[in-house]
Nanobody
Framework: QVQLVESGGGLVQAGGSLRLSCAAS????????MGWFRQAPGKEREFVAA????????VYADSVKGRFTISRDNAKNTVYLQMNSLKPEDTAVYYC???????????????????WGQGTQVTVSS
């Protein structure tokens, strides 16, 4: 079992930045693909970014490309999401997720992830 705890959310003005962290416990995440998703009120949970277990592959949703950066520190068992140039439409609860590497492409669908954190709220004011 992998437990994930997100932190770093908050209220920020449009154009500002936040850095989310996802701390894992229970197992090392070194062989896990890691992803970030978000869910706005009344909307489906959507993919934001993912990083492969080796950090060799990284993918972003088009809506955040060029503004968000996903990274991982396996020594700290932690994944990060640096969010710059935030927009009001980025307002959502952000979730971290873990997928044990099974081969194949980096996962981008929520059903492909086995473990989830409780989420952290990000609110961007205009």
């Amino acid at each position: 079992q992998v437990q994930l705890v997100e932190s770093g959310g908050g209220l920020v003005q449009a154009g500002g930045s936040l850095r989310l962290s996802c701390a894992a416990s229970g197992r090392t995440i070194i062989y896990y693909n890691m992803g970030w998703f978000r869910q706005a009120p009344g909307k489906e949970r959507e993919f934001v970014a993912a990083i492969s277990w080796s950090s060799g592959n990284i993918v972003y949703a088009d809506s955040v490309k060029g503004r968000f950066t996903i990274s991982r520190d396996n020594a700290k068992n932690t994944v990060y999401l640096q969010m710059n140039s935030l927009k009001p439409e980025d307002t959502a609860v952000y979730y971290c997720a873990a997928d044990p590497y099974r081969g194949g492409p980096i996962p981008m669908r929520k059903y492909e992830y086995d473990y989830w954190g409780q989420g952290t709220q990000v609110t961007v004011s205009s």
